[in-house]
């Protein structure tokens, strides 16, 4: 019964496919037939029949970039999206409905790509379109914080984007000055707590010990040199994790926050 | 003659980590003839032992530098003979001396080696409350990146 099934609906897509070729013959577009194709996730099946408009000259080049730009992005792949997209920019920003859908998973995309979409967006498109202006805001927000206040945006995003306000304001040389004073204590500024208490205890610990040796042994001993030398790295690595991590919090909270708006606006589908 | 004590004992110590090393090779020759070949069809699911390789210099002028050469010996020791007997579970995706491999070859000796100490001071079971929730793969461990601030 199951490959019945099966040979069923192979029967009724093969039907379907060649009712929307030969519509698609007439130079008009099959917007349902797409979408069944990513609904069911028919992910060679949607190349094959976009190829096969390409090869029989079926419609204008435009409407072929215009066909892959949404099936890149379907299928999550930025930047061969991108590179159709600009081909296709004209018909593209007429489909106000992927639009949105684009920005939201922009979100998502590398720093460079993100850029390359937000910054190609028309302002009256974007002034148009209530959603599409909103999402832009997170990506602009997102890039200055300190020009937004947590309040204009959805409650759930709220939390994120004040964390990420915060690690904006931190600076590298109040970090690096801490943790040369007190191991760890330019994490405890960086709100790492947990690292701070382990930092601390591992400088304890070794320092400690190249204390003990050098008052037992004296400088010139090869155990109390091999002992200084590890609470050298210690301490060093101590200073340059901190120097680096001022910068690198400040990417995770801003990809975090990021995040957590794509799959807030996520619920947007597009209807034909 | 004198003989310090320190040399004797780690000697016999290292003597003992070589002898335990090849046993270990040895039970894992055994296995992948024995078992692996008759019950497992596709070999390439099964992880076999593989000797971890040395630290590949990105310019061959690098090759007359000792630095190098001390650096790269002393994480293939690690990875080849200590790590081996450890058996420890990492809870980043790239293990430390891995990752200082990797980043010795990207910063340079002074600042890799500090990027990968670092992380090695960083892993302890508090750390995983440090990062965002994007950082965690499927598997539950921390994606991390050498330099998050030019790839991500």
């Known amino acids: 019964m199951l490959l019945m099934k099966e040979y069923q609906n192979n029967y009724y897509l093969v039907i379907f496919i060649f009712l929307n070729l030969f519509i698609g013959s007439s130079q008009t577009s099959s917007y349902t037939f797409e979408q069944y194709l990513i609904n069911q996730r028919l992910k060679t099946d949607h190349w094959t029949y976009i190829h096969f408009l390409e090869k029989n000259h ?10 892959k730009a949404r099936y890149y992005l379907n299928y999550d792949e930025d930047t061969l999206f991108l590179k159709h997209y600009f081909k296709s920019k004209q018909l593209f920003q007429k489909d106000s409905c992927h639009l949105i859908k684009a920005s939201i998973s922009a979100l998502r995309w590398s720093k460079k790509s993100q850029e390359q979409w937000f910054l190609s967006l028309d302002t009256d498109l974007v002034c148009k379109e209530f959603k ?42 109040k970090s690096v000055l801490l943790s040369v004073v007190v191991p760890g204590l330019g994490q405890y500024y960086l709100g790492q707590k947990q690292t701070f208490y382990i930092i601390l205890l591992q400088h304890l610990l070794v320092g400690g010990m190249a204390a003990e040796s050098i008052y037992r042994l004296g400088y010139k001993n090869i155990y109390s040199i091999f002992t200084i030398g590890v609470f050298g790295t210690f301490y060093f690595s101590n200073i340059y994790g901190a120097y680096k991590e001022t910068d690198q919090i400040k990417v995770r909270y801003k990809k975090q926050f990021y995040i957590d708006a794509a799959n807030y606006y996520n619920f947007y589908n597009c209807q034909y | 003659m004198k003989v310090p004590i320190w040399f004797i004992i780690w000697t016999v110590i290292i003597c003992f980590d070589v002898i335990a090393q090849g046993d270990n090779v040895f039970e894992k020759l055994v296995v992948t003839n024995n078992i692996i070949d008759k019950h497992f069809e596709d070999k390439k699911q099964v992880i076999l032992y593989k000797r971890r390789s040395l630290l590949k210099p990105d310019k061959k002028i690098k090759i007359l530098n000792p630095i190098y050469w001390v650096s790269a010996g002393l994480i293939y020791l690690y990875q080849n003979v200590i790590s081996e007997q450890i058996q420890s579970d990492c809870i980043y995706n790239v293990s430390c001396s891995e990752y200082m491999k990797q980043s010795i070859k990207q910063l340079g000796f002074i600042e890799g080696a500090m990027n990968g100490w670092y992380q090695f001071i960083n892993c302890h079971g508090w750390a995983p409350g440090v990062y965002p929730e994007y950082k965690f793969l499927p598997n539950g461990k921390i994606n991390n990146v050498i330099d998050e601030r030019i790839s991500e």
């Open chain 1, 132 to 173: 599409l202006k909103e999402i832009n805001k997170i990506w602009w927000s997102g890039n200055k914080p300190l020009n937004f206040s947590a309040e204009e945006f959805p409650y759930p995003l709220q939390k994120d984007f004040l964390v990420l306000q915060k690690s904006v304001k931190k600076k590298k040389w």
């Open chain 1, 58 to 67: 079926l419609t204008t080049e435009d409407t072929i970039h215009f066909y």
